[in-house]
């Protein structure tokens, strides 16, 4: 079942020169200078019910404006969508019940008092009946361990703990979509993955429509197996983790190991060189000839243990970002693999 | 959805949660309403030093010393419900227009504008209400006035229009910050127009006074909210002649007007919201 | 050593001053602005008057002021007030305490009162130069309410109560934010002194009005000073001796808070640097 679509989706607006001093704003409300930045410039894609979905792109690319369009906290410029059938941004209540939105960059929670108090305000808002709420309350706060800080002003609570906290508000109506903004952004490690193991745990048992963005290709890689990438406003890619690569990842990582212990000294006529540790030799080889290289290694060598790698995925992303501010668009064929 | 008994439970959990959060700053808490308190007695003193010196504020006027009191306590009481309900509020919606939180509370199933205007309750507002209602008190035993039921519930009536106005002056002004920025001086500016209306519409008179008078009747009619009020527990409403409705008719119409205003523009403004991020 | 300290003042002073300047336009528009609640004080007397005039039958002056005179009170005073006002003086000694950032103070070859009254002194300079335009333009409409030109004494004298002004309002708060050295909280001492500054200095109403011993008692302050006390000098209340009194014990309030400025800023500074932070 479709849950969310959207079609020609665009958010574009005005920048106005910013004048010091009150007088100045005055005026310049007569004649204003403005630049037209186009967010999002027509995105279309869809998503069905329990999928979890990543936004990659850099920074300013457009992802947590299609968020907020999609949930209805900014007006498009131009295009349709739906979520659950409604227009977001008419902000029925109806369509407000049903989904959740989570920004790992700003809190929600009241400051001075203790979490129990916002949940508590969450249950009327959302008019959860107080057996469930209760119920569904002592579940998420056991799956990530903060039950014992319900009692504790939110101000007290580290950075790991709150963003904990500001989940389990989130999901405390039982949200069928879930719009998750950077959540893991400014954690320490183990925070990070006790949530990514939250949120697996979560969606598997519930079916929840996920649609995430991040910066962190941890929090992608162990949550998302369709990843839409997001630059400039568009989308230039639309699959699974694994066809990134595929499709942008133009090389291939070969290690080899000598016999003899030495790596010879001219290796770098087959490929660029890699830092390495001897025995071990690293070099980076372009995909198509790969096999090449790799005969003409195996047989003008000693070579005792060989792999083929794909580069990190880190690497391949910010090669594709770099590549988009470079100017190297995609058409929109070239955009779904699958 | 939402029922209006809903609302209801949602404000007394604002109510709850505003004294938590005031009783753990208690110092905070005692000093504010002290501070407010005695800044309403010193008030007071001045209007005692003025009536040593003239018995009625405007020749023919009807506002003597204990009149005037009246008038006095009208304000204290909606000034004080202005501060302990939204003026907190306001200045926040200005803050979260400009951090972005604003969009926490698009995203929630409940009136937007319910949320932004009643979020947090000011219980340090109690000072100046209680003051109020003494001040209310020892003006009405000393005119020897004791009103019947009718003009009390006409008093309370007004006195709440009064507050409907105020708040939707307060409201607009609020909005304004999504499209212009920072509005550092809302608090300022809402001293500077309320200002005016801390005396009896009548003494704005002549050829300067009386359009100003009839600035703030009709175009934002401030002058409205205390006024009326007052006039009806001094010159208790003796609505035989049609034109004793005017004043009490306009200010009902006036009150609804800028409820509807105010929340065209709180409305209107949201459509245009940028939501700051990261 | 002496020519050193004089440029580095002056460096000061004119960062300050460029600093300011960006801010002509909200200055100019904020002045025109803050003269609002004047009007609503003009009214007030003018009904007062009024029902002085409609009960005796004569226009009788309110404690030596007739309605004109009341008038020309409140433009003056806004004169006076623009000299000794400090908006965010004491608050911001206060805070700077409480933050830390009081230390670049104490390492830099910089005395604090001095670069605060320095940086005080480039604030008031701009905002006059921007201030001259609203306040001519409003004291020409408003010229039948004012008193002519004074004599040259009386000049001098005005002129002279207005630098004191200054210097007592700057010295006063500077004082007030030094309590910070000893309680975090100087919100409420705030609070209290503009309480009192709001209706002993003046600026509420003529202290002329308070009777008896009420207004013995204010004229001990040194608030009076502030406001008052200028613009009784300008409007011709205050002569003779009694100027010359008056004059003197400004200046001895003057310099009371400058040398309490001091003392609390060298005590707090070693009651701070105790504390090892």
Request: a positive charge; glycine letters at 8%.
């Amino acid at each position: 079942m479709v849950i969310i679509e959207t079609e020609g989706l665009a958010k574009s607006y005005r920048v106005y020169q910013k004048r010091e001093g009150l007088l100045a704003s005055v005026a310049g409300l007569l004649r204003r200078e403005y630049r037209l930045i186009e967010a999002v410039r027509g995105i279309n894609f869809t998503v069905e019910q329990g999928e979890f979905v990543a936004f990659l792109g850099p920074n300013g690319a457009g992802k947590t404006t299609t968020l907020k369009l999609l949930s209805g906290v900014i007006n498009p410029t131009n295009g349709t969508a739906r979520v659950l059938g409604y227009v977001p941004w008419r902000r029925e209540n109806a369509y407000r019940r049903r989904f959740a939105l989570v920004m790992g960059q700003k809190n929600q929670l009241w400051w001075d008092l203790p979490a129990a108090e916002s949940f508590r305000l969450h249950q009327q808002i959302y008019r959860i009946e107080p057996g469930r709420f209760e119920r569904t309350r002592d579940e998420l706060t056991d799956m990530l361990a903060v039950r014992r800080l319900l009692g504790q002003p939110v101000r007290e609570l580290s950075l790991g703990e709150r963003m904990k906290m500001e989940l389990v508000a989130a999901l405390l109506h039982s949200p069928e979509v879930l719009f998750l903004d950077e959540p893991t952004i400014g954690l320490d490690v183990v925070a990070q993955h006790k949530i990514q193991t939250f949120l697996r745990e979560y969606q598997a048992a519930r079916n929840t429509t996920i649609l995430l963005t991040s910066h962190y290709m941890k929090d992608v890689a162990a949550l998302c197996r369709r990843v839409v990438i997001i630059a400039q406003g568009r989308i230039i890619y639309d699959g699974s983790l694994e066809g990134i690569v595929d499709r942008f990842g133009g090389e291939k990582i070969v290690t080899l190991q000598f016999a003899n212990g030495q790596p010879p000294a001219d290796l770098a006529r087959y490929g660029e060189p890699l830092p390495a540790q001897p025995p071990r030799a690293k070099l980076r080889v372009k995909r198509g000839v790969a096999s090449e290289v790799l005969t003409a290694l195996l047989s003008s060598y000693p070579v005792y243990d060989v792999s083929v790698e794909d580069p990190p995925l880190e690497e391949v992303i910010a090669a594709v970002f770099a590549g988009v501010e470079a100017g190297e668009g995609m058409t929109n064929d070239e955009v779904r693999p699958r | 959805m939402h029922t209006p008994l809903s609302y209801l439970r949602v404000f007394g959990t604002f109510l709850r949660n505003s004294l938590v959060r005031d009783m753990t700053f208690r110092a905070n808490f005692l000093i504010d309403t002290i501070s407010s308190t005695v800044w309403v007695f010193m008030n007071l003193g001045f209007y005692v030093l003025i009536f040593h010196y003239t018995p009625m504020l405007g020749a023919g006027t009807g506002w003597g010393k204990y009149e005037f009191f009246l008038f006095l306590a009208t304000t204290l009481l909606i000034n004080s419900l202005m501060r302990g309900l939204f003026l907190s509020n306001a200045v926040e919606l200005s803050e979260r227009i400009r951090t972005g939180t604003l969009d926490f509370l698009l995203v929630k199933p409940i009136d937007t504008q319910f949320l932004a205007s009643l979020g947090r309750i000011e219980w340090s507002a109690i000072g100046p209400f209680a003051c109020g209602l003494l001040l209310l008190a020892y003006a009405l035993a000393q005119l020897g006035l004791v009103p019947g039921p009718a003009t009390a519930a006409l008093y309370v009536l007004y006195v709440l229009c009064g507050v409907a106005i105020y708040y939707s002056l307060m409201i607009a002004m609020a909005s304004t910050s999504i499209w212009l920025g920072r509005n550092r001086a809302l608090l300022d500016f809402w001293f500077y127009i309320t200002n005016f209306s801390r005396y009896p519409m009548e003494i704005y008179r002549g050829p300067w006074g009386t359009p100003l008078r009839h600035f703030f009747t009709f175009l934002i009619p401030v002058f409205i909210a205390v006024n009326v009020p007052a006039r009806v527990l001094v010159r208790p409403l003796e609505l035989r002649a049609p034109a004793d409705w005017l004043l009490p008719g306009f200010a009902l119409l006036a009150t609804a007007g800028s409820l509807v205003v105010s929340r065209w523009i709180f409305n209107r403004s949201l459509v245009s919201y940028r939501s700051a991020s990261s | 050593m002496r020519f050193a300290r004089a440029s580095t003042s002056w460096t000061i002073l004119r960062i300050s001053l460029q600093e300011r300047l960006v801010y002509r336009g909200d200055f100019a528009l904020g002045t025109l602005i803050r003269f609002l609640p004047i009007i609503t004080q003009v009214f007030l007397w003018g009904a007062v008057f009024s029902a002085v005039e409609a009960v005796s039958g004569s226009r009788r002056p309110v404690a030596g002021y007739t309605y004109q005179a009341m008038v020309g009170y409140y433009l003056l005073t806004m004169v006076s007030r623009a000299f000794s006002s400090m908006p965010g003086l004491a608050s911001g000694v206060a805070r700077e305490i409480r933050e830390g950032t009081v230390k670049k103070y104490l390492v830099q070859p910089v005395d604090m009162l001095e670069f605060l009254l320095l940086t005080r002194v480039a604030h008031k300079l701009v905002y006059y130069v921007v201030a001259v335009g609203p306040f001519a333009l409003v004291f020409w409409l408003c010229r039948g309410y004012l008193p002519g030109w004074p004599g040259p004494e009386v000049m001098a004298a005005y002129l002279a109560s207005l630098l004191m002004a200054f210097l007592l309002g700057f010295f006063l708060e500077a004082t007030i934010g030094m309590i910070g050295f000893w309680f975090l909280e100087v919100t409420s001492l705030l609070f209290v002194y503009m309480l009192l500054s709001f209706f002993c200095s003046g600026h509420m109403f003529p202290i002329d009005l308070l009777p008896g011993a009420w207004g013995q008692a204010v004229r001990l302050l040194p608030l009076q000073y502030l406001a008052y006390f200028p613009t009784a000098v300008m409007l011709g209340k205050v002569t003779g001796p009694d100027l010359a009194r008056g004059l003197c014990a400004q200046f001895g309030w003057m310099l009371f808070f400058l040398i309490a400025a001091r003392v609390t800023f060298h005590y707090g500074v070693r009651r701070y640097s105790g504390f090892g932070g």
